[in-house]
């Protein structure tokens, strides 16, 4: 099927996001579209995901990329994805293949687009430059997207920085998605990854460059790295212009990982006598398991309105102030100080814009009972007074 092109792009235009699973399971698949998702991915490391492995063997020599998206996008997926497009992740660099019969074969499949996944883009160092002597470059991506696009599949381009988007769109990428790198998160999540600030400065560049870009119109989303939760999703939305975003892990293995432990322990638990020693031991595990940081953002989107404490969330969460400081300035990028104000800002700026509150009302909606309070930070953060902005 074709992708209604024009479809997403009013989308964004109407203040909603565009929304792809990365995944590898038909039962992912259907139960996306059932909750109303945009596009899907089939991708290599969707599969290796539901074997319980890590998204990172999706580039190992386990199997062909190419042969297994083939065969579980064509029994599994498709069949789920009804109306909904499904995208098939390309390795362009297997060198077995000729780019341009191969793109056909894919569209004769039944898919609707295609994904440079994976991509060289995400190696580096002497490993990178071996492969590329060999010719295994990205350059072999772009021309897999410009084939592909000649051919009138719908292509979205992972690209890794402001060089490759610019090649990427002039090769008629029809989605830029700026890859942040394996998510973060969960028991098999990436454990170095960027955090929410330099993210938010890579993706601001690499959109600059799609918006300086005359003549060329690409949608532009996000994938992986540090945003794996809703709050971390939110983040990005105010801080960027991103018209939406791609989840693999963060939309699949994750919360798998959160709901299945505890559903296992409740039938475990199911008449047996209380205190068990095994039982409560695999309870206290799972609570030194729980992500701190996480807890700290969602408070955060549920109380910003009132008085907020470090040192009563880390007393909550069992431990020192200091050490939840230092792990949420580490995994985010800011303190948490700087965090809760740039959140209660980004709310002030909603509720002017919506021209239907007193300013005053704004401040106290947003935490704020000192309006002198509110104003010398607002000017401080967006750089005019709320008046201006509002006047603006």
Do not use: W
């Not at 579980?72 to 995208?87: K, S």
């Not at 293949?97 to 609707?112: D, M, N, T």
């Not at 292509?155 to 988007?165: G, H, K, L, N, P």
């Amino acid at each position: 099927m074709n992708v209604d092109r024009r479809k997403l792009i009013k989308k964004s235009k109407n203040n909603e996001y565009i929304i792809g699973l990365a995944t590898g399971a038909g039962v992912s698949t259907k139960h996306a579209v059932e909750a109303g998702i945009d596009l899907i991915l089939a991708l290599n490391s969707g599969k290796y995901r539901q074997m319980g492995v890590s998204s990172l063997a999706g580039f190992l020599p386990f199997s062909n990329c190419n042969n297994l998206v083939m065969e579980f996008g064509t029994r599994e997926i498709i069949p789920m994805a009804q109306d909904v497009p499904v995208i098939f992740g390309l390795c362009a660099t297997d060198p077995f293949i000729k780019l341009e019969e191969y793109v056909v074969e894919i569209k004769s499949a039944g898919f609707s687009g295609i994904n440079n996944y994976p991509s060289v883009g995400m190696l580096d160092g002497v490993f990178k430059e071996a492969l590329e002597e060999e010719h295994i470059s990205y350059q072999v991506e772009v021309e897999a997207i410009k084939i592909a696009n000649e051919t009138g599949l719908f292509t979205i381009a992972f690209v890794f920085d402001e060089s490759q988007a610019a090649q990427m769109i002039d090769a008629g990428a029809d989605v830029i998605c700026a890859h942040l790198g394996f998510t973060r998160g969960g028991l098999l999540g990436a454990k170095k990854v960027l955090n929410l600030v330099e993210s938010v400065k890579l993706v601001n560049r690499i959109f600059e460059v799609c918006d300086r870009i005359k003549g060329k119109k690409v949608m532009k989303m996000i994938y992986g790295g540090s945003v794996y939760t809703t709050t971390d999703l939110k983040y990005m939305y105010e801080n960027t212009s991103t018209m939406g975003y791609i989840g693999g892990s963060s939309l699949e293995r994750i919360p798998l990982e959160k709901s299945m432990p505890s559903l296992f322990e409740e039938f475990k638990i199911t008449g047996q006598k209380e205190g068990d020693p095994f039982l409560l031991k695999m309870l206290e595990g799972v609570k030194k398991n729980y992500n701190y940081v996480d807890f700290v953002k969602e408070y955060i989107e549920m109380n910003y309105m009132h008085r907020i404490s470090l040192a009563e969330l880390a007393e909550v969460s069992h431990v020192s102030r200091s050490y939840l400081s230092k792990l949420f300035k580490k995994e985010v990028g800011m303190t948490f100080t700087d965090y809760l104000i740039e959140y209660r800002m980004n709310k002030a700026q909603k509720l002017i814009k919506q021209n239907e509150f007193r300013l005053v009302e704004i401040a106290d909606a947003v935490g704020y009972a000192d309006y002198a309070h509110f104003s010398k930070e607002f000017k401080k953060r967006v750089g005019i007074s709320p008046r201006a902005f509002q006047e603006e």
